[in-house]
């Protein structure tokens, strides 16, 4: 995945930065360090946000965060206003998230879709915030940023009522190749943000994604894999519980010690003691059987 620097598009010491593009050229997965706003004002296709796609048209509005691999391909020739922001900016409008009650968001992208009411009002705002960023006028950046507050308000008012694309074949699911991945390497030293740099995810999204989808953390994920496989070994083998630590991937022996203890209620020795002791019990309870 490509990744957009803010060097490459910023000016110094400038916070905003709005574009006005027409093209039909398809935009290939890329990310970048600072947050995106996309208004469509004519045209139609499909955005790809993280592992989501979202069929657009005329008055769609999207927010990408910063992290948060995206791509655009266009049905024809589309004209839409670009605008970058800087991470700081986003903090800034954090108050306006809050009164929108967003303790039940999952998803760190914002998506929506002007009422056709809307619609003209939305072009008419970013069609300003292009003209103060590009006329140089006194004062243009404090209104920009109030213009830019203002097409947030629009996101959030309008949020969700834009569908996510489900008739795409084409639609990218990576989450069941993310699971084999990691049933496959779990016992190697394995880093999340690692698995969300392949996948082409933000760290933070990857998170809050892996646990929507399977009800635990990333990492309360691969304890449970480790220690599942360190109780197999403690069962069959006589390795020692430091090599059984090595084994399933802990490089830490009171790591291990302790995630098992966590999951298990014993230490791996009184785990192992418990097994051979019940192993023992039904060893000699068959031997009677027979002798009987």
């Known amino acids: 995945m490509r990744s957009h620097d803010k060097k490459d598009y910023f000016r110094a010491d400038e916070r905003a930065v709005v574009k006005y593009r027409k093209t039909s050229k398809s935009i290939k997965l890329h990310g970048h360090d600072y947050s995106e706003i996309m208004y469509v004002v004519k045209g139609?296709?499909?955005?790809?946000?993280?592992?989501?796609?979202y069929r657009f048209t005329d008055g769609s509005l999207f927010f990408v965060p910063s992290g948060v691999g995206h791509m655009i391909s266009f049905d024809s020739e589309t004209e839409y206003y670009d605008i970058l922001v800087t991470?700081?900016?986003v903090e800034d409008m954090d108050d306006i998230l809050a009164k929108r009650d967003m303790s039940e968001k999952t998803m760190p992208e914002i998506v929506s879709n002007c009422t056709s009411g809307a619609y003209s009002k939305m072009c008419e705002i970013c069609a300003m915030a292009y003209n103060e960023y590009d006329g140089g006028f006194f004062g243009n950046t404090e209104i920009l940023l109030a213009q830019i507050r203002i097409i947030?308000?629009?996101?959030?008012r309008y949020m969700g009522t834009l569908e996510i694309n489900r008739s795409s074949s084409g639609k990218r699911t990576a989450l069941p190749q993310i699971l084999d991945y990691i049933n496959i390497h779990y016992k190697e030293p394995i880093k999340m943000y690692e698995i969300a740099q392949?996948?082409?995810?933000?760290?933070?999204?990857?998170?809050k994604l892996f646990k929507r989808s399977f009800g635990m953390s990333f990492y309360e994920y691969i304890h449970k894999k480790r220690i599942a496989a360190a109780k197999e070994y403690l069962k069959i083998c006589d390795n020692s519980?430091?090599?059984?630590?090595?084994a399933v991937g802990y490089s830490n022996n009171n790591e291990f010690y302790r995630i098992f203890k966590q999951y298990m209620g014993m230490t791996p020795s009184e785990y192992r003691n418990e097994k051979k002791q019940n192993r023992n019990k039904?060893?000699?309870?068959?031997?009677?059987?027979?002798?009987?």
């Open 44 to 53: 139609s296709g499909i955005h790809t946000i993280a592992d989501r796609e």
């Open 87 to 89: 991470d700081d900016v």
């Open 152 to 156: 947030y308000v629009f996101l959030l």
């Open 198 to 207: 392949m996948y082409h995810y933000s760290p933070n999204y990857f998170s």
């Open 241 to 246: 519980v430091e090599e059984i630590c090595r």
């Open 282 to 292: 039904s060893d000699l309870t068959f031997s009677n059987d027979m002798n009987g």
